[in-house]
């Protein structure tokens, strides 16, 4: 793939988002709570530049997933507005979908067809011009290693193998922002490897690149900038080093987890 010029445009604008969630009985239960309302997301704010790694940073359930699946957008926002390359989450959803390339641990890829099948029937969903989509598949597939099982049922591919075809699937596009949910949850050390590397070659290209994470060695590898995100809220935001202050990223982690819960970790 050519390299671009990296960019300092923002291309990713997120201002007070907020999605809240209606509780059933079982839900309230399990969350030891009478309140039938859960803010996933309260009042988000952050911005991701072309050419560079951020990084939402919390726990489980810190709302990093229903954030992002707004920005997809896979859902709607229940207040604010979010932005990609200018594009609104709430009232131009298709172009938001045409700008970026969206990979998740969830995504479930019909077991039946091959590598090769679906990354040209994404390619063709997307509108790829077949020429460029042909050239495309045989770089990333060669890439990642995919091209000897380009012709292998999803079904009969390894956990890493099909992260990898995920992963291009992704990018089949080659959107100009990229956003990743847990990109190396439960992947083996080579792979995980071959996605940081990879997410690095696209922060060289001018990629912006937006994952979410409750790992701190990937955001301290990867990331130029970092949130974290808490109870559904933005508690801190900066560049990595603003953010740790001196301190290790897992350091300052929990002891900005305590000042906002206010308890022992």
């Avoid at 679906?118 to 770089?139: P, S, W, Y």
């Avoid at 603003?242 to 982690?253: A, I, K, N, P, S």
Wanted: hydrophobic share 40%; charged share 30%.
């Amino acid at each position: 793939m050519e390299e671009k010029a990296k960019n300092e445009s923002v291309q990713i604008e997120i201002h007070d988002l907020t999605k809240i969630y209606k509780l059933n009985k079982k839900q309230m239960q399990e969350s030891h709570t009478k309140n039938p309302k859960k803010t996933a997301v309260d009042h988000l704010t952050l911005t991701a530049k072309s050419g560079e790694i951020y990084g939402l940073l919390g726990p489980n359930g810190a709302g990093k997933t229903t954030a992002l699946r707004i920005l997809s957008p896979l859902i709607k926002p229940d207040g604010g507005d979010a932005f990609v390359c200018g594009h609104s989450v709430r009232r131009e959803a298709q172009a938001v979908r045409d700008s970026i390339g969206f990979m998740t641990s969830e995504l479930k890829l019909e077991g039946f067809f091959t590598p090769s099948y679906l990354f040209d029937f994404f390619g063709a969903l997307h509108g790829v011009e077949k020429t460029v989509l042909a050239k495309r598949k045989h770089e990333l597939f060669e890439r990642f290693g995919i091209d000897r099982f380009a012709e292998v049922k999803i079904k009969d591919l390894s956990t890493g193998m099909l992260q990898k075809v995920s992963l291009v699937i992704a990018i089949v596009h080659d959107p100009a922002v990229v956003i990743f949910d847990e990109p190396t949850n439960g992947l083996d050390v080579l792979t995980a490897k071959v996605v940081t590397d990879f997410l690095l070659e696209l922060k060289r290209m001018g990629k912006s690149i937006l994952l979410s994470t409750h790992i701190f060695s990937l955001v301290e590898k990867l990331c130029d900038r970092v949130g974290i995100i808490i109870d559904g809220r933005m508690v801190r935001d900066g560049t990595l080093e603003g953010v740790c202050d001196g301190m290790t990223l897992e350091d300052r982690f929990f002891e900005i987890y305590r000042e906002v819960k206010g308890e022992t970790v």
